[in-house]
């Protein structure tokens, strides 16, 4: 896993999984887009970020906690992030198994 900044540039609201769009500066300059999925709408809804949280974040910057999937391609999943807010939301599957070992934003 590895922690990702960059910029919400887009969300994709629908079942099973929300996906967000993050674009990052990559090390040698270029840009990349990063798919990551997440827990359901509903649940997202449930914790205290619906659609419009995301909506109001777009062009924001968004500091992430996501592992790379295993065909890479700049695709993964999302375990914990923070919007403008920097409040850290989890927005993974099962992120009690290493909440303490990935909870170390220092946002």
């Given amino acids: 896993c ?9 969300i994709l609201w629908e079942n099973p999984h929300a996906y967000i769009d993050v674009e990052v500066t990559e090390a040698d300059g270029t840009a990349a887009t990063w798919h990551l999925e997440m827990v359901t709408p509903n ?12 909506e ?6 968004i500091n992430v906690r996501a592992c790379e999937a295993y065909a890479g ?26 909440a303490q070992e990935d909870k170390h934003f220092n946002y």
Avoid: F, H
């Fill in 2 to 10: 590895q922690d990702i900044r960059g910029t919400l540039v887009g």
């Fill in 43 to 54: 649940a997202l809804k449930r914790s205290g970020a619906p659609r419009a949280v995301w």
């Fill in 56 to 61: 109001s974040n777009m062009g924001e910057t």
């Fill in 73 to 98: 391609g700049n695709r993964g999943a999302a375990s914990y992030l923070a919007l403008s807010d920097g409040l850290i939301r989890p927005v993974g599957q099962g992120v009690e198994r290493r």
